[in-house]
């Protein structure tokens, strides 16, 4: 994929794909390269993610060394292991050299965890502090309807859409919310942010994980919350999502997704609401459908792509980014809350617009109102 830039601004230009492709069961896929394998806003996403070249370096095979055996040498070697206190000292040499290896060992895995603390990417293991997670769920009402659709930084044509006449999806007796996509991905890392904003003004996460994007994929090391082992509780809706691919590059020759290693395999459910619906049947603009980020709001509404430049993100740690939701000045607090409003109103669309005091919301009602309906039948 071709680098987007880091602009300050959302990037919600038309001409700006801000998607990335999602990866396919049964094989290695070739990494889409271009803005067009992605959707951003304006449909921005990650086009189905393809394995990089695996080009294999082969090692040399060590030519077998030279055994020279004249009765010189062998004489010689007999005379050495005769010789008095041979043996203690071809033990103490021993001892030394094992004492060597084990140093040099441990010098090398300290180097090496090290830098993979400092430069490696952040695997699913680590849980967002509580500081966090409070920074989510509480972003206040006030701050939202200030930020409001963000104009300029948040971009829904292409990306997000209103569908009818689908069979509802629904689990446990509620709507059920969808959401498919990789750890890899800086279009997803962009997105979770406002899912999770949105989500929490319904119900409660728990376990939320802290990750970043891919760092050799397009805006690196974009850091986000990950869905993968998370749990959420809501009386209002249930929330299932899939992280299929993991940020971690695969070995060279062993089987990938989209390049990276495998993570979690999609329910037989979810793999035909993605087939479905992330398919230019419903985003046209999609030529080649199958990207992610993927949302499914209750089969009422769906979001193939992401809805502002990740790139906004750029050199954001964690902690700035959920410091940001509370400030409608910062360009980070802009995309991330203006993006959730959207995100709310389609909740509030498969609720019945409860609970009141979350849709009733002057920001949530402008963005249900300015939500593009689709023109698939």
């Given at each position: 994929m071709a680098g987007t830039g880091n602009s300050g601004s959302s990037g919600g230009s038309a001409n700006r794909s801000q998607r990335a492709r999602r990866s396919e069961p049964g094989g290695a896929k070739t990494r889409t390269d271009g803005r067009s394998s992605s959707k951003g806003p304006a449909g921005s996403s990650t086009k189905r993610a393809t394995p990089g070249a695996s080009s294999g370096v082969k090692a040399s095979?060590?030519?077998p060394g030279r055994i020279t055996s004249s009765s010189q040498n062998q004489r010689g070697a007999r005379n050495a292991r005769n010789a008095p206190g041979h043996s203690s000292k071809a033990t103490l040499y021993g001892v030394?050299?094992?004492?060597?290896?084990?140093v040099i060992v441990l010098v090398v895995v300290l180097v090496a965890v090290t830098k993979s603390k400092s430069t490696g990417p952040i695997e699913h293991e680590s849980l967002a502090p509580a500081s966090i997670v409070h920074e989510i769920a509480t972003v206040p009402e006030s701050v939202l309807n200030k930020v409001g659709l963000a104009s300029g930084?948040?971009?829904?044509?292409?990306?997000?859409?209103?569908?009818?006449?689908?069979?509802?999806?629904t689990s446990g007796g509620k709507p059920e919310v969808v959401y498919f996509g990789s750890e890899y991905c800086p279009f997803c890392a962009a997105t979770r942010w406002p899912i999770a904003v949105a989500l929490s003004k319904f119900g409660t996460f728990t376990h939320l994980g802290m990750i970043e994007s891919s760092i050799t994929d397009v805006d690196p090391g974009t850091k986000t919350l990950d869905f993968y082992g998370s749990h959420y509780s809501s009386p209002y809706v249930t929330f299932d999502p899939t992280e299929q691919c993991t940020n971690i590059p695969a070995p060279p020759g062993a089987p990938s997704c989209a390049g990276y290693t495998f993570l979690q395999t999609p329910t037989p459910q979810i793999s035909r609401l993605v087939s479905k619906y992330d398919s230019p049947t419903f985003f046209p603009a999609d030529t080649q459908g199958g990207s992610i980020p993927f949302m499914d709001y209750a089969n009422h509404y769906l979001l193939s792509g992401a809805v502002y430049n990740p790139g906004d993100l750029t050199g954001l740690s964690h902690a700035e980014i959920a410091a940001s939701l509370d400030n409608p000045s910062t360009i980070p607090g802009q995309d991330i809350d203006g993006a959730a409003n959207y995100f709310i109103?389609?909740?509030?669309?498969?609720?019945?617009?409860?609970?009141?005091r979350v849709c009733d919301q002057p920001a949530v009602k402008r963005a249900a109102a300015s939500i593009p309906v689709s023109s698939a039948k």
């Open positions: 095979r060590s030519a030394i050299a094992t004492v060597l290896v084990v930084h948040v971009t829904v044509q292409g990306a997000l859409e209103k569908i009818s006449g689908q069979p509802p999806l109103a389609a909740v509030c669309g498969v609720t019945g617009n409860r609970p009141g």
